[in-house]
């Protein structure tokens, strides 16, 4: 456990480190270095390192956490294998009579339930079914100030032709995910 005085050293450490910032760093220089995607390499603090490392994942942006896995279809849930069931399943049963494309399988977690200007998303999945197993891709939002950076990984993820499926999506999920692209 660290201590009181431990932490409040670090933070000074902090305010020391952005005070020693060039004076003469022109505002541009200082945007860029802000702006998603920006060239710098992604700095990882130590807490924040520890979290990668305990969920297997890596930091594609400050801020922002990617966890991939994979589960073979063989694997059971329920009961029988996954490939089974998508075997017994017509694809427009599955989709209730919709488009026969890939399926983008969808999930968030937010920060509350009334949507609006304060509610984040903080966690958001993405699953499709290949060949031989589900892929899964899991950001995570770090913090707040990383949500440009978060916003800009999802879209990454975002497939055309690719049909949305989601348990609550185009009630919650999706208005919520707009909004937050909107601001």
Same mark, same amino acid.
């Given at each position: 456990?660290?201590?009181?005085?431990?932490?409040?050293?670090? &933070?000074?450490?902090?305010?020391?480190?952005?005070?020693?910032?060039?004076?003469?760093?022109?505002?541009?220089?200082?945007?860029?270095?802000?702006?998603?995607?920006?060239?710098?390499?992604?700095?990882?603090?130590?807490?924040?390192?520890?979290?990668?490392?305990?969920?297997?994942?890596?930091?594609?942006? /400050?801020?922002?956490?990617?966890? /991939?896995?994979?589960?073979?279809?063989?694997?059971?849930?329920?009961?029988?294998?996954?490939?089974?069931? &998508?075997?017994?399943?017509?694809?427009?049963?599955?989709? @209730?009579?919709?488009?026969?494309?890939?399926?983008?399988?969808?999930?968030?977690?937010?920060?509350?339930?009334?949507?609006?200007?304060?509610?984040?998303?903080?966690?958001? @999945?993405?699953?499709?079914?290949?060949?031989?197993?589900?892929?899964?891709?899991?950001?995570?939002?770090?913090?707040?100030?990383?949500?440009?950076?978060?916003?800009?990984?999802?879209? @990454? /993820?975002? @497939?055309?032709?690719?049909?949305?499926?989601?348990?609550?999506? &185009?009630?919650?999920?999706?208005?919520?995910?707009?909004?937050?692209?909107?601001?």
């Amino acid at each position: 456990m660290i201590s009181l005085r431990a932490r409040r050293a670090a &933070l000074g450490r902090g305010a020391d480190a952005r005070a020693a910032e060039p004076a003469a760093a022109s505002l541009r220089e200082r945007l860029a270095r802000l702006r998603p995607g920006a060239s710098a390499p992604v700095k990882e603090p130590q807490r924040t390192r520890c979290l990668a490392e305990y969920l297997g994942g890596r930091w594609l942006a /400050e801020g922002v956490l990617l966890v /991939e896995t994979s589960v073979p279809l063989t694997d059971r849930h329920g009961g029988f294998p996954m490939a089974d069931w &998508l075997r017994r399943r017509p694809q427009s049963e599955v989709l @209730g009579g919709g488009s026969s494309g890939r399926l983008l399988f969808l999930d968030t977690e937010t920060t509350g339930l009334a949507g609006g200007t304060g509610t984040l998303v903080f966690l958001c @999945g993405f699953a499709r079914l290949g060949a031989e197993d589900l892929q899964i891709h899991q950001y995570l939002l770090a913090g707040p100030a990383a949500e440009p950076r978060f916003l800009a990984a999802l879209e @990454g /993820e975002l @497939g055309a032709g690719e049909t949305l499926v989601t348990y609550n999506g &185009l009630g919650f999920d999706r208005p919520l995910l707009t909004a937050r692209f909107r601001l």
